[in-house]
């Protein structure tokens, strides 16, 4: 497996030598393949949210290292700096974080951290609009006059333009409704396919991961309890079940079918997949088959 970013015997605790440390992180040793997007997934309280900011360098290791092309990040720490440009990291509910006079602004604040040419600048913000689905007409308006949808797609943008190495998102979707999911995602997916980066969403969305992840990554108390494509995965029910995770829902639609005596397939784990499905054993009963 060629890892670009991985996790070796990772520890780490918050709030060290405190009445309230706490052990987040347990000698975890994980890796990230180059070139795919991966989804973490875990329960509350897995370690999704550590691991994306020990990532990204936000967080030191207590014990251990993280390793970005085989090489320590912190093996100079005055140099963490430079790491996060590579590592690019969008928060959850990354919308709070705008704070610009302008779309255009907030967008090219990151690369115009980078010592880039004004010419590169606005070329990485029209690309990265692009990707996040933010038309130019927008550019001149306060990012505080769009819609929480809008303005996510703004934020994301906005570490899209440094075009990242890795880019890292912790539930780019939360809250939005699925249209509004669909954008982002798929967004997310066609910027991948062009840069052919690294990419690492973290979600609770069975269905989603399904659709856009390559590949998945189990959490269980900061431990990967499954990693593999999405067919892999979501083929060991019972062992999703014990960590707080299920099946797609269409893939419980599917089951009940096959339960109901119409002669779908299964291992089915997305809606167009199913769709097509159905279609078909409608089809074939149609035609006497």
Do not use: C
């Amino acid at each position: 497996m060629n890892n670009k970013i991985s996790l070796e015997h990772v520890t780490y605790r918050y709030s060290v030598g405190t009445p309230f440390e706490k052990t987040a992180l347990d000698d975890v040793t994980l890796g990230f393949e180059q070139g795919i997007i991966t989804g973490l997934m875990g329960h509350t309280g897995s370690g999704k949210s550590t691991i994306a900011q020990l990532l990204n360098g936000l967080l030191r290791p207590t014990e251990g290292r993280v390793l970005l092309d085989g090489e320590d990040i912190w093996a100079e720490p005055k140099k963490i700096g430079a790491v996060r440009f590579r590592v690019g990291l969008v928060f959850q509910y990354p919308e709070y974080q705008l704070f610009e006079e302008s779309v255009e602004r907030d967008i090219a604040y990151g690369p115009g951290n980078m010592g880039l040419s004004q010419e590169e600048i606005t070329e990485r913000v029209h690309n990265a609009a692009r990707f996040a689905g933010i038309s130019p007409d927008l550019f001149d308006k306060s990012p505080f006059e769009l819609s929480g949808g809008q303005k996510r797609r703004v934020a994301i943008a906005g570490v899209m333009a440094m075009e990242p190495e890795i880019l890292v998102l912790d539930e780019p979707a939360a809250g939005l409704d699925p249209a509004g999911r669909r954008e982002i995602l798929g967004g997310i997916r066609a910027y991948q396919k062009e840069k052919k980066n690294t990419i690492i969403i973290i979600s609770h969305s069975m269905e989603d991961m399904a659709i856009y992840a390559d590949k998945l990554m189990v959490l269980d108390h900061g431990h990967v309890s499954r990693y593999g494509t999405p067919h892999e995965v979501f083929s060991h029910a019972e062992e999703l079940k014990q960590v707080g995770l299920s099946r797609p829902q269409i893939t419980k639609f599917i089951m009940e079918l096959q339960r109901a005596g119409i002669p779908v397939e299964g291992g089915i784990y997305s809606v167009d997949e199913a769709y097509r499905e159905v279609l078909r054993a409608f089809e074939k009963k149609r035609m006497g088959g």
